[in-house]
């Protein structure tokens, strides 16, 4: 979270970060690509936590706690955050206050939390039914409450926390390894006006995949809704992710981006359908190569990455990772290292000045 203790300096180095898809790359595989974003200047990472991925053909199922562990220790000062741990079905968030203050004492500092309400395809295959989208909500409130009150358990008299919610409950619960920091930065994915209402009141900044063009009344009703509970908005991080796909060889490109057509169905974050090849078919048969294609920039030349990124800061997002597709991702990462982010960052220095 910005707080007036970080230089301007500093701020814009978190500003760009990378994001690292679970679904679509091998554990190794991303390990080496933050291993030269942070050799490159970047010092964040957002990384998807899914139990199953968007498309069967080519799909990953990385379990994203113990690559968090792995890249951290490979890394050497590069910041991580989940985008997005679903605090309603598979993870029981007693145990994901565990494993992230364990995570926060390996690596202090570098760790944040991010949550949503999930997608049926993480939760249905291992049992779970999948309910509306108001019960998954109320399901994250309470979730990310309890998760706060264990962090926060060493500052009561004993450590020992209650909590007894409509849908969890945690009785006499103690991290006796509790984080590291005072305070992990806890984040949540919304697009939705009650959604976004509730990461205003509960977290320390919103999360969402909405462009930029499309985003500006989801900034302004969570910087109200913090307003609103006494919060400064402008304490608050705004993160975005934007896909952009890189090469020289447009259909080269073009056959990557396949990979995230399901994404584009209508309504897929309330969708019922749970097994990958069911969305991958569904998607082929929906989803047009058109919208594909508006859905993903894809470009030929890196410079022209610059635009769209800049497009999210200027309508008020704090924070952007970049979601690259590329045939060739290494390649990528240390074009824009050498010749996108050092403008970014000037860039955006200057505008805080």
Same mark, same amino acid.
């Given at each position: 979270?910005? !707080? !007036?203790s970080?230089?301007? $300096? @500093?701020?814009?180095k /978190?500003?760009?970060?990378? *994001?690292?898809? $679970?679904?679509q790359y091998?554990? $190794? $595989?991303?390990i080496?690509?933050?291993k030269? %974003?942070?050799?490159?200047g970047?010092?964040?990472?957002?990384?998807?936590d899914h139990?199953?991925?968007?498309?069967?053909?080519?799909?990953?199922g990385?379990?994203?706690w113990?690559?968090? %562990?792995?890249?951290?220790e490979?890394?050497?000062?590069?910041?991580?955050?989940t985008g997005?741990?679903?605090?309603v079905?598979?993870?029981?968030p007693?145990?994901?206050?565990? =494993?992230?203050?364990?995570?926060d004492v390996?690596h202090?500092?570098?760790?944040?939390?991010g949550?949503g309400s999930?997608e049926?395809?993480?939760?249905?295959?291992?049992g779970? @039914? *999948?309910?509306?989208?108001k019960?998954?909500?109320a399901?994250?409130?309470?979730?990310?409450?309890i998760?706060?009150?264990? *962090?926060?358990?060493?500052?009561?008299e004993?450590?020992?926390?209650?909590?007894?919610g /409509?849908?969890?409950?945690?009785?006499? %619960?103690k991290?006796?390894?509790?984080?590291?920091?005072? !305070?992990?930065p806890?984040?949540m994915? =919304?697009v939705?006006?009650?959604a &976004?209402k509730? =990461?205003?009141?509960?977290?320390?900044?919103?999360i969402?995949?909405?462009k930029a063009?499309?985003?500006? /009344?989801?900034?302004?009703?969570?910087n109200r809704?913090?307003?609103?509970?006494?919060?400064?908005?402008f304490?608050l991080?705004?993160? =975005?992710?934007?896909?952009i796909?890189?090469?020289t060889?447009?259909?080269?490109?073009?056959k990557? &981006?396949?990979? *995230?057509?399901?994404?584009?169905?209508?309504?897929?974050f !309330?969708t019922?359908?749970? @097994?990958p090849r069911?969305?991958?078919?569904?998607?082929?048969?929906?989803?047009?190569?058109?919208?594909?294609?508006?859905?993903?920039?894809?470009?030929?030349?890196?410079?022209d990455?610059?635009?769209?990124?800049?497009?999210?800061?200027?309508?008020?997002f704090?924070r952007?990772? &970049?979601?690259?597709?590329?045939?060739?991702?290494?390649?990528?990462?240390?074009?824009?290292?050498?010749?996108?982010?050092p403008?970014l960052?000037?860039t955006l220095e200057?505008?805080?000045?």
């Amino acid at each position: 979270m910005i !707080n !007036n203790s970080i230089s301007e $300096q @500093d701020v814009c180095k /978190e500003s760009i970060g990378y *994001w690292a898809s $679970q679904e679509q790359y091998s554990m $190794q $595989q991303l390990i080496e690509f933050v291993k030269e %974003a942070e050799k490159g200047g970047i010092i964040t990472t957002m990384t998807s936590d899914h139990f199953h991925p968007w498309w069967h053909d080519g799909g990953y199922g990385n379990f994203t706690w113990v690559w968090l %562990a792995t890249a951290a220790e490979r890394t050497k000062k590069m910041h991580f955050v989940t985008g997005v741990t679903a605090a309603v079905y598979r993870y029981n968030p007693g145990i994901i206050a565990q =494993a992230f203050a364990s995570l926060d004492v390996l690596h202090p500092g570098r760790i944040s939390l991010g949550v949503g309400s999930g997608e049926a395809m993480n939760e249905v295959p291992l049992g779970f @039914d *999948w309910p509306d989208a108001k019960s998954r909500l109320a399901r994250t409130a309470e979730a990310i409450q309890i998760i706060k009150k264990l *962090w926060k358990g060493r500052k009561s008299e004993n450590g020992f926390v209650d909590f007894k919610g /409509e849908y969890f409950s945690i009785r006499n %619960a103690k991290l006796y390894t509790p984080p590291h920091s005072d !305070n992990i930065p806890l984040y949540m994915a =919304a697009v939705g006006p009650e959604a &976004i209402k509730t =990461a205003a009141k509960y977290c320390d900044g919103l999360i969402t995949v909405t462009k930029a063009d499309q985003s500006r /009344e989801i900034l302004d009703l969570f910087n109200r809704s913090a307003k609103d509970i006494g919060k400064d908005p402008f304490s608050l991080e705004k993160i =975005a992710k934007p896909k952009i796909c890189y090469s020289t060889d447009y259909d080269k490109a073009f056959k990557y &981006i396949e990979f *995230w057509r399901a994404t584009l169905l209508e309504n897929v974050f !309330n969708t019922d359908i749970s @097994d990958p090849r069911e969305l991958e078919e569904k998607a082929r048969k929906e989803v047009s190569d058109e919208q594909l294609m508006k859905s993903t920039p894809i470009i030929t030349s890196i410079e022209d990455c610059i635009k769209p990124i800049e497009d999210y800061f200027k309508t008020g997002f704090t924070r952007v990772y &970049i979601h690259s597709m590329s045939p060739e991702e290494k390649e990528f990462i240390k074009l824009f290292c050498s010749k996108v982010l050092p403008y970014l960052r000037e860039t955006l220095e200057k505008s805080k000045r």
